[in-house]
């Protein structure tokens, strides 16, 4: 093999493994996605590349800012083996990291100009369209993803389905089923949507800004994820506020949805009924979104969960319980109700399992990157960098809040996906800048 062919069919794999990360489960038969095949057939041409380039390593990829951080990480939860509770349970974690590590990596690989950055964003906006439009039909029809949790047919295809009782996230819809898209889990779906959402958001385009308000709110809303709609509102009020500066327009939003809901809660001792069960209703969601309602029990349990790992991670002395530590912890505690060990708070976990040293080298990195995409958000001169920043910068500021919502994001591949186009758009600022000053 021509190592000029060799190149480009790397490239192609590439692509292929960045967008078979983003499907995701959606494509696998138990623990098994199409994902990792991709993956092992990407590590084997890797090798054969790394091979031809007579085993030396790309030096572009290993001085793109912030690539680092991720090798100074996985390396010190490979040395906290030598600590963690559970070797199974630590390689399992190590694996995860890699496959993240992996998509991140490749991504800052593949975008090396911004033409390379669009077609990657144009595959990975035809699969989000792709995960709306089921998570649409999972919302407001009978129909269901055959992986999906709530699928009759999902043991065909090695998954164990999910009983209407045990969903944590079974609010007061009474007999609606929430939607899982492309994900297992809703509250997985709910985050990958806020993530994509600023990229609508931000477009010039007023039909793809709409499509995208309308339909993603929606999605997020049928989830009952309360996190990531919090986090929705955060994105809604930093995109007005900071990205467009329409100061006196959120102020009015924010007016106008007080004095409606206020409007609501008069109608709380109506006779008519219809006025009265929408007032209760909208009460009901409030409480729920502010945590003074706790359907299924989940904000119990997940303080149960974290409060396990933090006390775990105090007797540590801040070593932190290694990978795989939390889940190790747990499980010689006992689940939480009857089923869970996952902690169920990304951050958290982070402290945990990495203790000190990652908690505050992750914070300090995802702060770092939030800073840098909202630089670029307000002085890139080029339209497309521009918009990527300012999106970026938005997902990634709601990813935070939002990371609560899920069991764990540390196999959660859209996460990888952002940090690698985050990275990637960073790198190609710094190099416009760099040939603007020459």
């Not at 496959?99 to 090396?112: D, E, F, K, M, Q």
């Not at 492309?182 to 985050?191: E, K």
């Not at 009265?276 to 989940?298: M, P, T, Y």
Request: aromatic fraction near 18%; include cysteine; glycine fraction near 6%.
């Amino acid at each position: 093999m021509k190592i000029s062919s060799l190149n480009l069919s790397f490239k192609n794999l590439s692509l292929l493994l960045i967008g078979s990360s983003f499907l995701g489960v959606s494509i696998s038969y138990g623990d098994f996605y199409l994902f990792h095949l991709v993956l092992f057939i990407y590590y084997y041409f890797f090798i054969l590349k790394l091979k031809y380039d007579e085993y030396t390593i790309d030096s572009h990829l290993l001085s793109v800012k912030y690539v680092t951080t991720l090798l100074l990480v996985f390396g010190w939860f490979l040395i906290s083996l030598s600590w963690s509770q559970n070797l199974i349970l630590g390689l399992k974690y190590i694996f995860y990291l890699m496959c993240g590590i992996t998509i991140t990596l490749s991504l800052i690989s593949y975008i090396s100009n911004l033409n390379y950055l669009n077609k990657v964003f144009y595959i990975l906006s035809f699969f989000v369209s792709l995960e709306i439009f089921i998570s649409a039909l999972e919302s407001f029809s009978s129909f269901r993803m055959p992986i999906s949790s709530y699928s009759d047919i999902s043991h065909l295809f090695g998954k164990s389905p999910l009983s209407q009782n045990k969903s944590d996230i079974y609010l007061f819809y009474s007999s609606i089923r929430p939607p899982t898209g492309f994900r297992w889990n809703t509250n997985d779906l709910a985050i990958s949507m806020v993530i994509a959402f600023p990229f609508f958001l931000c477009s010039r385009k007023n039909i793809v800004k709409i499509f995208g308000i309308l339909t993603i709110t929606t999605i997020v809303i049928m989830t009952a994820s309360r996190a990531v709609f919090l986090s929705l509102i955060l994105i809604y009020s930093i995109y007005l506020f900071v990205i467009k500066k329409k100061v006196a327009t959120i102020s009015l939003i924010w007016i106008a949805t007080i004095s409606i809901l206020f409007g609501m809660f008069q109608f709380k001792e109506s006779e008519n009924p219809r006025m009265n069960e929408l007032a209760n209703s909208v009460e009901a969601a409030i409480l729920f979104l502010s945590g003074e309602v706790d359907f299924g029990g989940s904000l119990e349990w997940r303080r149960e969960l974290v409060n396990n790992g933090l006390v775990a991670f105090f007797q540590s002395f801040g070593l932190g319980l290694g990978a795989g530590g939390s889940v190790a912890n747990q499980e010689l505690i006992g689940p939480v109700a009857g089923r869970f060990t996952s902690m169920h708070n990304f951050w958290i976990e982070l402290l945990v399992e990495g203790g000190v040293f990652v908690g505050c080298l992750m914070t300090f990195w995802i702060v770092s990157i939030i800073y840098k995409l909202f630089i670029i958000s307000r002085s890139s001169t080029k339209y497309d960098l521009k918009y990527y920043g300012e999106s970026l910068f938005l997902s990634m500021v709601a990813f935070v809040p939002a990371a609560i919502a899920a069991s764990s994001t540390i196999y959660f591949f859209p996460m990888w996906i952002m940090f690698g186009l985050a990275i990637s758009v960073i790198y190609l600022y710094e190099n416009e800048k760099i040939s603007y000053l020459k």
